[in-house]
Structures are given as C-alpha cells and as structure tokens.
C-alpha cells in the first residue's frame, strides 16, 4: 500500500495521496471509518507522516477539536488551491468537512446551545444558525432551531423515542419492586 506511492510517482506523489485521500475521506467518512481506514491505518498513517497538517487536520477531526481543525484547514486553503487537480473541488470538499463537522457535533445531544457551538466553530451564532437551518432544510440533520433561545434541539425519530419511554418505563418498574 505504501509502495503505491513510490510506484506510482510519476503520476501522483505520495504526499497528494496523503491531501486528497485524507481531505476526501474527512467530506465522506464518519468517526469510525476514519479511524479504521485512516488513523489505525498503517498503509495510509504512512502517507499522513508526509504531510502532517493533513495528519493533525484528521485527528483534530475525529477528537472533535473543531476550531484548531476548521483553522488549519484555512491556513492550508491558499497552498491547496495552487494544485491544478484539486482546486476546483476545494471549496466543495471544504463545505461537506464543515458540515459533517457540524452534524458530528450536534449528534450526541438532544439540544445544543448555538453560542456554545458558534465557539467551537469560530463564528457567530447568527451565522451559525444561518448554516444549520440550510443543513436542517436539505436533511442533513433532524433538528429544530429555536432562534429566539439560540437553541438546536434534535428531532428524534418516534421507534427512538418510543425505545426510550419504554426502557424508562422498565426503569421505573424495576424502582418500584426493589421498593
């Protein structure tokens, strides 16, 4: 796997594997796969040691670190739009990585107060907000926002909510015969 890089110089070096592969699979993979399929990797760990803002960029990712990785990729945008193959998708690779940031940072929560999130994200929570509604309308996320609160609040699905009044109601019965 490594050796692909050496044997396929001429065409692509190692290190554009390292920027394409690990850009791509930040706008495409969830939490799991980058893990398995980048970080624990060691065919492509050994691409990442060749760029390692690219490396850092991944891991701040999926340690959830959103504002120290969204500001190292602003700071590598200018040297990736000088690359004749990967300026033309820089901005759209660019937009999916922030919004499955977004959604990756709201998903644990039933609500998530947009000031607290615009921190994280190095904005504005009216800005932020602006882009959640978007996310919210194209069904990227199932959420509600409460503009006035600056509140996101996650729609869940009915079998999950469902899932939960019936183990809280488990729960409550198993209480009461210990009692």
Request: net charge neutral.
């Amino acid at each position: 796997p490594f050796e692909l890089g050496n044997a396929y110089s001429e065409i692509m070096p190692a290190s554009d594997i390292a920027t394409f592969g690990g850009l791509c699979a930040l706008a495409s993979f969830d939490r799991s796969e980058l893990k398995s399929k980048l970080i624990d990797s060691a065919a492509f760990k050994n691409f990442l040691e060749l760029v390692p803002d690219v490396r850092d960029v991944i891991r701040d990712f999926h340690e959830s670190r959103y504002t120290t990785c969204l500001g190292t990729l602003e700071r590598l945008r200018e040297q990736l739009l000088l690359d004749i193959h990967l300026r033309p998708h820089v901005a759209a690779l660019y937009e999916q990585i922030r919004q499955r940031a977004l959604k990756q940072y709201a998903s644990p929560f039933l609500s998530v107060d947009l000031h607290r999130m615009a921190t994280a994200f190095n904005t504005t929570a009216a800005l932020l907000e602006k882009e959640l509604a978007q996310l919210i309308m194209d069904g990227g996320i199932q959420a509600r926002i409460d503009s006035h609160n600056k509140v996101l609040y996650a729609r869940r699905a009915h079998h999950e909510v469902a899932a939960q009044h019936r183990h809280a109601a488990q729960v409550r019965l198993r209480l009461h015969a210990e009692l």
